[in-house]
């Protein structure tokens, strides 16, 4: 039987775009982000369907590890998918390239811009067929933003409606995401058995798609419960299961969360020696990357144990270490008035939870502001 001539065409476009996205992910992956701009320049196959698919892969890894690049990269794809032809394939481009940048947005706490991409998207997405699954991840993203605005019931109305999309598409990525999103919508809420019950759901589904960050981050979320709920030796094993994906992965913020995770689990088995070492090394790693209130709510954590514990020599010790640390890395004035408070509080003998409570308070404070 003879295949159409109009179906030859389409299945020798797909296979253009698979063979671009092949090409361009390998000519991207060892290049920095100046790199990749400028390239996407110089070569016009980066800048085929394919080509910019790709582009928009390498974003999404940013986002974990360089909000700013990820942004640049979404931008980018959205200013070069202009010149493309309009066609379905690049309406879920450009869907997607919004949803990157909404995200990007949202990393950078600008919500009402990040809300604004989203219903842009979803706008976009809803004039092709093609956009079905890229509409509801920007749905999932949607759900996210509405948990931290306090929306709660109304992101898990989004997330529902995303997992019974995904599931009349027979979508097993897209189930898997809305399950992960469904678990830290409880997790966040501080409803550990709800979070656990979505993760444990999501955890087969990542086995089967062979989506190894995703399993990662499954088995850290189940590790995270664990610890807030006590099992101690349930929560190490998940993240020895999950750690050396996120360490090949570059996955730097996922193997934070854990290391900071772990060196409070060292703390809550009286562990002090190995609680001081690991919250030291979590607490340099934060300053390194110039996250200076990642640092300094891993120091509050410590002084909050060794006071809780009555240490009260180790605490004032740990508190006086702090100005000088923080001032030779480059916190910000306002946040270091407030850790120089706390260091005279150590050295007049007045250092108690309640000192710490204000610090924690005020350090909020200027992060909302920030």
């Not at 990662?216 to 006590?230: D, E, F, K, P, S």
């Amino acid at each position: 039987m003879k295949v159409p001539e109009a179906v030859r065409e389409k299945l020798a476009a797909v296979r253009a775009v698979f063979v671009d996205r092949g090409y361009a992910s390998q000519k991207l992956e060892n290049l920095t982000g100046a790199e990749i701009l400028a390239e996407l320049q110089r070569d016009p196959r980066l800048r085929t369907i394919g080509g910019l698919q790709a582009v928009l892969d390498r974003a999404n890894v940013e986002s974990r590890r360089d909000v700013a690049l990820s942004r640049a990269l979404a931008e980018t794809v959205l200013e070069l998918a202009n010149s493309l032809p309009v066609l379905d394939t690049t309406i879920v481009l450009r869907g997607r390239a919004l949803r990157a940048k909404a995200f990007a947005a949202r990393e950078q706490k600008a919500v009402p811009e990040a809300r604004a991409l989203l219903r842009q998207a979803q706008k976009l997405l809803a004039t092709t067929p093609l956009g079905a699954v890229e509409r509801e991840y920007s749905r999932l993203l949607e759900a996210y933003i509405a948990n931290e605005m306090g929306e709660h019931v109304e992101a898990l109305r989004l997330v529902q409606s995303a997992f019974e999309t995904f599931t009349t598409l027979t979508h097993a990525k897209g189930k898997l995401q809305a399950l992960l999103t469904e678990g830290n919508i409880h997790f966040e809420r501080q409803d550990f058995e709800g979070a656990q019950t979505a993760y444990s759901k999501a955890l087969p589904l990542a086995q089967s798609v062979r989506d190894e960050y995703s399993l990662a981050v499954t088995q850290a979320n189940l590790g995270h419960c664990a610890a807030c709920i006590g099992q101690v030796d349930v929560a190490a094993a998940r993240f020895a299961e999950a750690l050396p994906t996120f360490d090949l992965l570059g996955a730097t913020g996922d193997r934070d969360r854990i290391m900071w995770e772990m060196a409070r689990l060292a703390a809550k088995q009286e562990r002090l020696p190995d609680a001081a070492r690991q919250f030291t090394a979590v607490r340099e790693e934060f300053l390194r990357r110039g996250m200076f209130m990642s640092a300094a709510f891993v120091s509050l954590d410590f002084a909050e144990f060794l006071v809780t514990r009555s240490r009260w020599n180790a605490a004032r010790e740990w508190c006086r270490d702090l100005v000088d640390t923080f001032t030779a890395a480059g916190m910000p004035e306002p946040a270091l008035r407030v850790v120089a408070f706390m260091k005279r509080c150590a050295d007049s003998e007045q250092l108690d939870l309640q000192v710490l409570g204000r610090v924690r308070d005020d350090l909020r404070e200027h992060l909302r502001a920030a």
